[in-house]
């Protein structure tokens, strides 16, 4: 065992003392390592940060699995016997209703442990007035204390109290703009079934999504089901589980236990999974191209190396070097170009990444994971070793008597 690391010892140093002797040809190299790691690096966490981003807006102001009672179908009667019926099918409107026997399910849900939170939500389609200002809202009946396990209202809340109950409510930034309203105020809620009350707006909230700014008014679940003319009923039970991206599955899951229409976010949201599919193809080419860029410059230089070191080579195999050793050395020399080239390009990617976030645009903030500079790390080193391969087999492959004598 001695012995082995003996020799890999005098082989390492070998390649240091070959590198050394062709400085600039080094420098140059792992400075090109260097740029391709920072690349690498820099890339992936823009665009790992830039797609939390989007992710975290759009989940900020939604569930991550919402369900439904199943759509109402239209009764057809078959045709008689030997007669052919042709049909054009129009879809059924769907009219409010609630989701039956919703406690069983929600206490089911909340024993499942794919799921982080449930909220059983009423909501429908009314009126705001305040004076001669009328807008189209929606209600959406909660329970506060469920409902922030969802979309944590007290973050967005602008002015006011998180309150709702005793006809206190919470409506949007632009709704309120809209009405000419603020904290305190008085507004009337009409649904148009001869169902209205004066509420109290206790707070003013901003999601960032205009339309729901616009017309989200939040009360409290039994006042909104009194005035949706549901009565103990809910629409719509909200759910959020701890893996986003598993939602798709666990809805399916979940649908298939309650019986009722599961839909995730991904579903919802099918074009920005598009572009964020897009956009890490787009990243993992980038990573492709640039690491078979720094594969051709290591081999290059290596080839180089063998050719000025015919006779160097030559005369180590003469003093009884074996083949599998010369090819070593040049692996060696692959594999200290990934290291310090990829450890110089990770310093530099975090130079990068802090200027970005202390001087950038500011609408999101870039991290970096010690994973991704570990990959990073761990490819470079790879794509050196296999770039020193052809250049190594053709160093171990020389006839030393051929070799010695090179010029």
């Keep these: 065992m001695k012995i082995f690391f003996g020799r890999l010892w005098i082989e390492w140093t070998i390649a240091i003392s070959f590198l050394r002797e062709g400085r600039a040809q080094s420098t140059m190299i792992t400075v090109g390592v260097a740029v391709g790691v920072a690349v690498i690096v820099f890339v992936t966490a823009l665009m790992q940060g830039l797609q939390s981003n989007i992710i975290q807006r759009t989940l900020g102001t ?11 179908v239209n009764q057809i009667v078959p045709p008689a016997v030997g007669t052919l019926q042709l049909l054009q099918e129009d879809k059924r409107p769907q009219r409010l209703r609630s989701i039956n026997n919703w406690q069983q399910i929600t206490a089911t849900l909340d024993q499942l442990p794919l799921l982080t939170a449930v909220s059983p939500v009423v909501s429908g389609p009314a009126f705001a007035q305040r004076g001669d200002a009328l807008e189209s809202v ?11 396990k969802i979309i944590p209202l007290k973050q967005y809340l602008i002015s006011g109290q998180l309150r709702v109950g005793a006809n206190d409510v919470l409506i949007g930034s632009q709704l309120a703009e809209d009405l000419g309203v603020q904290v305190g105020n008085k507004l009337r809620l009409d649904t148009g079934q001869q169902n209205s009350a004066v509420v109290n707006i206790a707070g003013i909230f901003e999601l960032g999504v205009r339309e729901l700014d616009a017309r989200y008014v939040y009360l409290d679940l039994k006042q909104a089901q009194s005035l949706l003319g549901l009565p103990g009923g809910v629409t719509v039970i909200d759910l959020t589980v701890a893996d986003i991206f598993q939602a798709e599955n666990v809805a399916a899951q979940v649908g298939r236990l309650t019986s009722l229409q599961a839909e995730s976010w991904i579903k919802t949201n099918a074009q920005l999974m598009n572009a964020i599919s897009a956009q890490s193809l787009s990243t993992s080419m ?4 640039v690491a078979i860029s720094v594969a051709f ?5 290596l080839s180089v190396s063998v050719v000025q070191r015919t006779r160097e080579i030559g005369i180590l195999r003469a003093t009884g070097a074996t083949r599998q050793q010369i ?8 594999a200290l170009f990934g290291l310090l080239g990829s450890v110089l390009g990770s310093l530099a990617s975090y130079a990068l990444v802090w200027v970005f976030n202390n001087f950038g645009p ?10 991704l500079i570990m990959l990073a790390l761990l490819l470079a080193i790879l794509t050196g070793v296999l770039a020193a391969a052809v250049p190594a087999r053709r160093a171990a492959a020389l006839d030393p008597v051929e070799a010695i004598r090179h010029v």
């Excluded at 939604?62 to 109402?72: M, N, T």
């Excluded at 980038?286 to 191209?289: D, M």
């Excluded at 410059?297 to 230089?301: D, K, L, R, T, Y």
């Design 327 to 334: 090819l070593r050395i040049f692996l060696f020399q692959g």
């Design 286 to 289: 980038i990573i492709v191209f």
């Design 297 to 301: 410059g290591i081999a290059s230089v």
């Design 138 to 148: 929606a209600l959406v009946g909660i329970n506060i204390e469920r409902y922030q």
């Design 62 to 72: 939604q569930a991550h699995i919402r369900l439904l009672s199943p759509d109402d």
């Design 362 to 371: 500011g609408l999101f903030y870039i991290p970096v994971s010690i994973e």
